[in-house]
């Protein structure tokens, strides 16, 4: 059996410098589509407030404020979050989209603040996933969701092919998620054209 923890990329090189720019705009391009999966199965509504953890350049969180759906797009890279703010002035959103740097286990957002939060490709990179989960959880609205995305990767998988999660990894993480008093955790795959992605979807329980 394959023994990564989840966030077996806790080490790579934080998304900084020129590095950061460069990688941050390679991941306007292909992104859509897990964007659209994750506010499908989130079954948005206007009154919702979004948050997209480890952002990134803003595709997910753009495509949702277009919606008409508040977002706030949460990234701790300083090159990621200007290029978010960037393309975000071209193609103007039509709900508010608040910019935060930060990260998972450190969230500049207050308690209960938000309906959903949602992360793609990036749990795979968080240094601390317990202190992220008690955040993702602190922050959440009673009753709320959370979706972890990744990449579906195969075991013993180099360099590129290794950001994401293989089904072991997954299933590990929402076991994990239990002990953060995340409820009914489900992992599901899909098929999204040759990107093959995978999710971890939970809820927070409705009273504390
Ligand atoms: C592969 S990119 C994915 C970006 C975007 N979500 C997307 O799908 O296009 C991973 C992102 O996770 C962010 N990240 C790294 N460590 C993080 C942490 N501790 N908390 C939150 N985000 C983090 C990185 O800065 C980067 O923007």
């Known amino acids: 059996m394959d023994q990564l923890a989840p966030n077996h990329h806790a080490d790579y090189p934080q998304f900084a410098g020129p590095f950061g720019y460069v990688a941050g705009l390679t991941m306007t391009v292909g992104r859509g589509r897990d964007a659209r999966l994750v506010a499908d ?4 509504k206007p009154t919702d407030h979004v948050l997209d953890l480890g952002c990134g350049p803003g595709t997910a969180a753009r495509m949702t ?14 090159p990621m979050l200007a290029l978010a703010r960037l393309l975000s002035r071209f193609r103007k959103p039509s709900a508010e989209i ?3 740097r930060s990260g998972a286990e450190n969230l500049l957002v207050p308690d209960d603040a938000v309906t959903t939060c949602w992360s793609l490709a990036s749990v795979h990179h968080w240094p601390d996933l317990e202190r992220g989960l008690q955040e993702v959880h602190r922050v959440l609205s009673p009753g709320g969701l959370f979706l972890a995305l990744e990449k579906r990767t195969q075991p013993g998988a180099k ?5 994401g999660w293989t089904a ?6 929402a076991s994990m998620l ?5 409820s009914n955790a489900e992992v599901t795959n899909h098929d999204l054209g040759r990107r093959k992605v995978v999710v971890v979807i939970a809820h927070k329980a409705e009273t504390a």
């Open 41 to 44: 199965m989130a079954g948005l």
């Open 65 to 78: 404020a277009r919606g008409g759906v508040r977002v706030t797009g949460v990234d701790p890279s300083k």
């Open 98 to 100: 608040d910019w935060v």
């Open 159 to 163: 360099g590129n092919a290794s950001h």
């Open 168 to 173: 072991d990894q997954a299933k590990r993480f």
């Open 178 to 182: 239990a002990e953060f008093e995340f």
